[in-house]
């Protein structure tokens, strides 16, 4: 129960950039937590690559407390000094570019993820190895059951436990999950690139670039191709880079698509194939992957949307992934997913300090709910878009970066 002498425990389901960053919020404010991860350790497996963050910056760091180390360690350039980029061009035309640039503000900044998760960690003791088995609640507590035969019980619960949310699944029942493969078709390869080929790279978008291709370039529909880096080596001269190629397909939809089973190789080659008439500064980055770098089979595309009618306010909640799984390809995964954390500790927060119970603890839940669910439902349906109604930006239009783009001059680098 919560009352005012009384601080809510709140249980955290999944130890991503959501949930550490709600920890955090929570660490910041005297709110005792308690973090669930089911990895056997934190980087058990990888933590994916480069993520924007933007428009959130000033709202993370006010709400963060004052022991953790400088957000700018987690930049993914470091210890290169040039802004985070992101440059959109056509697939035959690398002399023309648009896109956005860190003014120097420090409001755009491209974080790596491994660096983001450890620096989120800070003063943070998460629990590993621990899979949700089973979800009990009352009125007054939540229990999380796990599969190695342990439970914990609190005030709160939090899924921030991804895409296969068990806790959406619980806050569902009896209805079924609303998570949904998508029509999109994806290859993906990883490469380390040195020196001269570095620096082309970081001339075609210091953080990131787009490639787009039509029918008439592919003749086979639209193509897109994204290309990133995901952390520079310590010498400042090499890179590791990954791209994606993405395509609208709906036999992506079923399980039976051909990249579920086509080794290396096969990727490989149909990479190649598939980007044969693109300038040859884009592909060579894909001429330049090796067998052993594709990543097979590739990501299958998810999205979620749900409506205040689906889900339940009060002891157990939502964010991020969990809450609205999305596409990457507008950039708003990760800035949606702090977003709810720092709004649900607020809520949370509020909770506490007026020793809320009963209709205005659930009015509290149902605003931050409503809140959530309304952006993540808006950023679902653009990330979605970019792809299947072949809306990814175009110059002059708004950004994922919280920036309009716009044209960005060619640059010479040298490392």
Not at 59 to 78: G, N, Q, R
Not at 97 to 105: E, I, L, P
Not at 313 to 328: E, F, I, K, N, Y
Not at 351 to 362: K, Y
Request: charged fraction near 25%; glycine fraction near 8%.
């Amino acid at each position: 129960m919560t009352s005012k002498d009384h601080s809510p425990h709140v249980l955290i389901l999944g130890g991503g950039i959501g949930g550490l960053t709600l920890a955090q919020a929570l660490r910041k404010k005297g709110i005792p937590f308690s973090i669930f991860e089911r990895d056997s350790e934190q980087n058990s497996r990888s933590q994916g690559w480069s993520i924007g963050l933007h428009t959130i910056l000033d709202d993370l760091k006010a709400s963060i407390p004052d022991d953790m180390p400088s957000l700018e360690t987690v930049f993914h350039l470091h210890p290169l000094k040039f802004p985070s980029q992101l440059a959109v061009y056509q697939a035959q035309d690398p002399s023309r570019r648009h896109g956005v640039t860190d003014n120097g503000s420090g409001k755009l900044l491209r974080a790596n993820r491994r660096r983001l998760r450890e620096f989120l960690s800070t003063g943070i003791q998460v629990e590993f190895g621990k899979q949700a088995a089973g979800i009990k609640e009352n009125d007054h507590s939540v229990t999380v059951c796990f599969t190695d035969g342990t439970s914990a019980n609190g005030d709160f619960l939090v899924g921030a436990d991804g895409v296969h949310s068990i806790v959406r699944r619980h806050l569902l029942y009896p209805n079924e999950d609303k998570l949904k493969r998508l029509p999109i078709a994806t290859i993906i390869g990883e490469v380390t690139l040195r020196n001269e080929d570095m620096e082309r790279q970081l001339e075609l978008g210091h953080s990131c670039y787009i490639v787009r291709a039509d029918d008439n370039i592919t003749g086979s529909g639209d193509l897109v191709m994204f290309v990133g880096v995901n952390d520079v080596l310590p010498d400042a001269k090499s890179g590791l880079y990954y791209w994606f190629l993405i395509w609208p397909d709906e036999a992506a939809t079923q399980g039976s698509h051909w990249t579920a089973t086509a080794s290396q190789q096969e990727l490989l080659s149909a990479a190649r194939a598939m980007t044969k008439k693109f300038a040859p500064d884009f592909k060579a980055i894909i001429e330049k992957t090796s067998v052993e770098g594709m990543r097979a089979p590739p990501l299958v595309m998810h999205d979620v949307e749900l409506s205040p009618e689906d889900i339940s306010s009060g002891r157990v909640a939502l964010l991020g992934d969990a809450a609205h799984c999305m596409t990457p390809f507008s950039g708003q995964g990760g800035v949606t997913a702090i977003r709810d954390a720092l709004d649900l500790a607020r809520a949370l927060s509020r909770v506490a300090e007026d020793g809320l119970r009963g209709a205005d603890l659930e009015a509290v839940m149902a605003k931050y709910r409503d809140t959530m669910l309304e952006r993540g439902v808006r950023a679902v349906q653009i990330s979605r878009d970019a792809i299947t109604k072949s809306n990814l930006v175009r110059e002059g239009a708004p950004f994922a970066y919280g920036q309009c783009s716009k044209p960005i001059p060619l640059e010479k680098i040298r490392l």
